[in-house]
């Protein structure tokens, strides 16, 4: 087919608008539907390798921050690093060689005039066609239908530390059905420092942040990439400040002493992005910043006032 510019710029818009699609529905979302990779992930995921490879170069793919993410963990799954191997991104998109294209169109016609200059071949007679055993005819089964049935079903980290004292669906209850004067006493009166750790978090790239609503989003979609967790943790993460001008922190409750993040590769996704800083739960410190987290209240480190709150339980 012979290079068409317009026929190249309206595919390149065509481009543009699936991967916008794409990159919308998983702002909030791991992968294509639920929180584990389907045949619906695999699927796109080998329909986009060749725009990877070929067309998406850093200056064209940067604006699909969220498909980018969920592409790149698509390819480094073992299951599809052993079929297509290390897989490179495109540094600069191919672009039309009038030369080369010359070259090769004369290539073909010389090889169509060789063929012609050919005696022809004598027919040969077809062989009969021999029934094919019901059981040979049968497709195999599906590769990749096969290895994600043969995959185990993941367990709960959680599941291996001490139970401890601390009842954290009962608190979850009692903090969505009473004011924050009750709540807040509740939580420290039942609070088990032996299995469970308090933490706080601050987004680190704050100069990127633009609107509030965009730093909203943020939030609930790290809290909907690791809903596995939700059952042993709790969180109240804050948006300080206005439009252009705002941060992101928080402050995080869950089993054990360790960052749980690191407990399954699932909850790896956003974490990465935020400072994160254990606290001491006898330090009055951490009584305050409990205090003003989870009745969101008070300013950030900046002295911007409290805007809006995302509540992970």
């Not at 040979?136 to 959680?158: I, T, Y």
């Not at 690791?226 to 992101?248: L, P, T, W, Y």
């Not at 089993?255 to 254990?278: H, N, T």
Request: with cysteine; proline share 4%; hydrophobic share 35%.
């Amino acid at each position: 087919m012979q290079f068409n510019k317009q026929a190249t710029a309206r595919a390149k818009e065509d481009i543009d608008k699936a991967l916008q699609a794409l990159d919308d529905h998983l702002l909030t979302r791991t992968y294509l539907v639920g929180e584990r990779i389907t045949l619906a992930d695999i699927v796109v995921t080998c329909t986009l390798l060749h725009l990877y490879q070929h067309v998406l170069d850093e200056a064209f793919r940067k604006s699909y921050v969220n498909t980018n993410r969920w592409f790149i963990t698509l390819i480094n799954q073992k299951q599809v690093k052993a079929v297509i191997g290390d897989f490179k991104l495109c540094e600069k998109a191919g672009e039309f060689d009038p030369k080369k294209y010359a070259e090769f169109q004369a290539a073909i016609g010389s090889g169509e005039k060789k063929k012609t200059e050919k005696a022809p071949k004598a027919v040969k007679a077809k062989p009969e066609k021999k029934e094919v055993p019901k059981k040979e005819q049968e497709e195999p089964a599906d590769a990749v239908e096969e290895a994600l049935a043969a995959e185990p079903k993941s367990k709960d980290p959680f599941d291996e530390m001490p139970k401890g004292t601390f009842n954290m669906d009962d608190f979850k209850r009692f903090y969505s059905n009473n004011e924050e004067t009750k709540s807040i006493p509740y939580f420290w009166e039942k609070f088990d420092k032996e299995n469970y750790s308090i933490w706080y978090s601050e987004y680190k790239y704050q100069d990127e942040l633009a609107k509030v609503y965009m730093s909203c989003n943020l939030i609930t979609g790290m809290f909907q990439r690791i809903e596995k967790m939700r059952k042993q943790a709790f969180a109240s993460v804050c948006v300080f400040g206005e439009d252009n001008d705002s941060s992101i922190s928080g402050i995080w409750v869950w089993r054990g002493q360790d960052l749980a993040f690191k407990l399954s590769p699932d909850w790896q996704i956003d974490y990465e992005s935020y400072d994160w800083k254990k606290l001491d739960p006898d330090a009055q410190e951490t009584k305050d910043l409990v205090t003003q987290y989870f009745s969101w209240t008070g300013t950030d480190k900046q002295g911007r006032k409290f805007n809006q709150g995302k509540i992970f339980k």
